[in-house]
């Protein structure tokens, strides 16, 4: 059996924001259906320590060992593959060699992509005062630019009060954890990709 670590962007430099971070995906992951078979994640924080955590665990990687990267595309993907949209992205990027493409997932264009997906989970977390008609249409919004998606989430909750407004950090992974993958997977469509190769692999 593959043990697999995702090494995810997110959490800053906050050791709480990590903590949140793992918690956070550990619940979607549970919906998912990995609760037996749980990968392991890391919060990267930034997205060039995550990349660089990443390479370091590929190197170190025993073959029985599968790391992935998890980053946001930052913008939306028109390249074949993940790799490709990230080496025309980040071109300083320096790759591992043995990497497969199945090794890189993207959050298209970012994690708030994912939480605006799902309306059920938005309502639950924000309560009768989030303002759905803010939010996007929930068709073809991994083609969304990460500013428009963002904006509207922050819109949308705006009059949801101080402690229960969107923000980055905290209260995003609150929400990512309430997420439901089956929402999700129809919707978007790097999301379903990631649950797919998540069930190859465990």
């Not at 300083?92 to 997906?117: N, S």
């Not at 905290?170 to 439901?180: E, G, I, M, P």
Request: aromatic fraction near 6%.
């Amino acid at each position: 059996m593959v043990k697999v670590r995702i090494y995810i962007e997110g959490g800053g430099d906050s050791k709480l924001q990590h903590v949140q971070l793992r918690k956070g995906f550990h619940e979607l992951f549970t919906k998912a259906g990995f609760a037996d078979r749980m990968p392991g994640t890391f919060a990267g924080g930034g997205r060039e320590r995550t990349f660089d955590a990443f390479k370091n665990a590929v190197a170190a990687a025993e073959s029985d060992v599968c790391p992935i990267l998890l980053v946001d595309s930052e913008d939306p993907v028109n390249a074949a593959t993940a790799r490709e949209h990230l080496q025309l992205r980040e071109k300083k990027w320096e790759w591992p060699t043995g990497v497969t493409d199945e090794q890189i997932q993207l959050m298209v264009t970012c994690m708030e992509t994912w939480i605006i997906a799902d309306r059920a989970a938005l309502g639950r977390a924000f309560g009768p005062k989030l303002q759905t008609s803010a939010l996007l249409p929930e068709n073809d919004l991994e083609t969304r630019l990460r500013e428009e998606v963002q904006d509207a989430l922050a819109h949308a909750t705006r009059e949801c009060g101080r402690d229960k407004a969107y923000s980055k950090g905290r209260r995003s992974f609150q929400v990512l954890a309430q997420l439901n993958p089956v929402v999700l997977k129809p919707r978007l469509k790097h999301f379903r990709r990631l649950m797919e190769t998540l069930d190859r692999l465990l």
